[in-house]
């Protein structure tokens, strides 16, 4: 299972910004799907997930009615739509993992190499 995560850059408080996660060459309809993100000296931390079909999704508390996750199976890739805070800084992962429901970044398996996100106030 190999993960890409791209889309990070530098953005004011109040813009928006579009995260992609390329999942190809695997059987990504198989995995729930999950963003994550960590914050300098902070711990790695739970952002959202959609289930495997995309029916199902999960937020943060912190996050919930500004950011949105989507998945398009077609193109293997799922997305994290954000309208950021300065809060929302730091590095954002996706992961994958064949359970469901899960916020515990331990139980997300396969991980990809993380794009850095920094909201200016």
């Known amino acids: 299972v190999q993960l890409q995560a791209s889309g990070g850059g530098l953005v004011q408080a109040g813009g928006s910004l579009g995260l992609s996660c390329d999942a190809s060459?695997?059987?990504?309809?198989?995995?729930?799907m999950g963003w994550f993100r960590q914050a300098p000296g902070k711990e790695r931390e739970f952002v959202a997930y959609?289930?495997?079909?995309?029916?199902?999704t999960r937020y943060a508390d912190s996050v919930k009615g500004r950011f949105t996750i989507s998945r398009d199976s077609a193109k293997n890739t799922v997305y994290l739509q954000m309208n950021v805070i300065p809060e929302d800084t730091g590095v954002y992962y996706c992961?994958?993992?064949?359970?469901?429901?899960?916020?515990?970044?331990?139980?997300?398996?396969?991980w990809g190499p993380g794009t850095l996100v920094t909201v200016s106030s």
């Open positions: 992961a994958a993992s064949t359970s469901y429901g899960d916020t515990d970044p331990n139980r997300y398996a396969n």
């Open positions: 959609i289930s495997r079909k995309g029916g199902g």
């Open positions: 060459g695997w059987s990504f309809t198989h995995y729930t």
